[in-house]
């Protein structure tokens, strides 16, 4: 069912999370980029400058994330709700951003939430931590489909997994393994441009020293090549989120039949009988 909205949806819904989540992907990948490169080069000894430039670089990297994981599934999420009153084809970037814009908080408080209350239980021997995870994997999608606080959508994650908590950690396995894949690739360009331009700076000079002289982070290819790897980002976290919203679908279904995955798939042989009448 995931592979097979997004092979319907694929240019509307990818424009929307390019458009939206994009972005902020983009200063992420960039940020990681910069902060792995200076790491490597530590020839003047770590001062507090080095300390307080790592601390405001690490800072905005941290912020980026935490804004990405509650922008993308909501993106996702809310153009899933728009597909359910529209053909693709008449999605607009605006009608997914007036679901979204009411959501994003949410989310992020959830995300904080659920993030504090997984670390805490991996403290308790990793077990706890990892039950946690799977079962609130589900909040983002509660919280966006009915429009749920935060704190509603824990109890909820909870009900709508009982005794599906397996389904859903082989669901997100299976996923988690096609997305690296897929990430991987995306990847590789911008991985050998950056060993390239080390290499090449530390043969010149001999030593490390040559880091400094590395031009990566300003390099046209290189941004050129985070942006190629943010594209396969958004494709990688898109495959998650979409099975787990059919995943919650299914639960719903499964514990309350309000018909849900029969109007998913009425929306399915709607999308086809649009693309027979466009042939």
């Known amino acids: 069912m995931t592979f097979v909205f997004l092979r319907e949806n694929a240019w509307p819904y990818l424009r929307a ?29 770590v001062t507090p400058d080095f300390v307080i430039s790592m601390m405001g670089m690490y800072g905005v990297m941290l912020i980026s994330v935490v804004v990405t994981s509650a922008v993308m599934p909501a993106v996702a999420y809310s153009y899933m709700r728009v597909y359910q009153g529209k053909a693709p084809s008449e999605i607009r970037i605006p ?18 939430i659920a993030a504090i209350v997984v670390v805490i239980g991996m403290f308790f021997f990793f077990i706890p931590g990892v039950y946690l995870m799977i079962v609130l994997s589900l909040g983002s999608a509660i919280i966006v489909f009915e429009d749920n606080n935060p704190i509603d959508a824990f109890g909820r994650s909870f ?31 911008r991985t050998f441009l950056l060993f390239g331009d080390l290499f090449t700076s530390v043969q010149k000079s001999g ?44 639960l719903v279904e499964r514990r309350e039949s309000r018909g849900l995955m029969s109007r998913i798939e009425q929306m399915d042989d709607a999308g086809n009988v649009e693309d027979e009448e466009t042939y």
Request: aromatic content about 14%; hydrophobic content about 50%.
């Open 17 to 45: 999370q390019l458009l939206i989540s994009g972005p902020i992907l983009l200063i992420s990948n960039i940020m990681m980029s910069q902060f792995s490169l200076s790491f490597l080069n530590l020839d003047g000894g």
């Open 95 to 112: 009608d997914v951003t007036r679901n979204l814009l009411s959501k994003v908080f949410n989310l992020l408080v959830f995300n904080i």
């Open 159 to 189: 009900k709508l997994i009982k005794d599906k908590w397996w389904s859903t950690l082989g669901l997100l396995f299976v996923t988690g393994i096609i997305g690296y894949v897929i990430n991987m690739l995306f990847s590789l360009p």
């Open 207 to 250: 030593d490390l020293s040559g880091l400094d002289e590395s031009n990566f982070g300003s390099n046209p290819l290189g941004i050129l090549f985070s942006v190629f790897e943010t594209f396969g980002a958004i494709l990688t976290y898109s495959i998650s989120f979409l099975a787990l919203a059919f995943q919650y679908f299914n």
